[in-house]
């Protein structure tokens, strides 16, 4: 069980007055992002605010299967405490469980999603690519959703070439917690495995007239990107 920094609570308390509309947390791996999630949407249920998560991270999934970026609200502490990961109320495909080579789709797909949120916040989880590729992926993120709030995690600096382009937005610093401990990639792969066994378990044969559907980007439409793990 990770331990709740005093940073973290004094933040919470401050989202739950406040109550910025869109919260984007961004950090590396293993930093306790999703941990914070939860955290924050817990505390805001408490206060009766109603909430919702965007899960923007396509590998390891708290909404929706792997390879997607899914939008689920949440009313009550009851649903909250349900079994992850939440069945989506709105999915966008990507079809891979890396950001990378991804990038346009990721960028597209979170923002369409944040602004079709009708929670009074929305918190909004990321990927842990944060070099690289990353800084763009995180920085046209931020520029495409507009947050009320950046939560940024960082162990030393290693967010500053991300964070410089955006001293004009509301930026909170948070530790990372020092009981988090990092992920194997074991580990990963089993919950992603769990995830996409979830999400199939109550799957239903569904006929479609081709003439009367179209499908965007078919391309992605293949049988080793719907299956990959």
Request: glycine share 6%; net charge positive; proline share 8%.
């Amino acid at each position: 069980m990770i331990d709740i920094p005093n940073s973290w609570e004094a933040l919470a308390k401050e989202v739950v007055v406040n109550k910025p509309p869109k919260i984007i947390l961004i950090g590396g791996v293993d930093v306790g992002k999703s941990t914070f999630s939860f955290y924050l949407l817990e505390k805001l249920l408490e206060a009766g605010i109603k909430a919702a998560l965007l899960d923007a991270d396509v590998g390891q999934k708290d909404v929706g299967p792997p390879t997607t970026i899914g939008l689920k609200h949440f009313n009550t502490l009851e649903e909250l405490k349900k079994e992850r990961p939440f069945s989506a109320e709105r999915l966008y495909f990507v079809g891979s469980t890396t950001p990378v080579g991804h990038l346009l789709p990721l960028v597209v797909g979170t923002g369409l999603l944040a602004h079709e949120s009708k929670a009074e916040v929305t918190v909004i989880n990321t990927t842990g690519l944060i070099k690289g590729p990353g800084v763009a992926l995180k920085t046209f993120k931020i520029e495409n959703i507009k947050p009320d709030l950046i939560v940024a995690f960082q162990r030393e600096r290693e967010l500053y070439p991300i964070l410089q382009a955006f001293k004009h937005y509301p930026v909170r610093l948070l530790e990372v917690s020092p009981k988090a401990s990092p992920k194997t990639i074991p580990d990963r792969k089993k919950r992603r495995e769990e995830a996409y066994q979830k999400y199939f378990s109550d799957n239903r044969l569904i006929e479609l007239n081709r003439r009367e559907i179209s499908i965007q980007r078919p391309r992605k439409i293949t049988p080793h990107l719907l299956c990959a793990p």
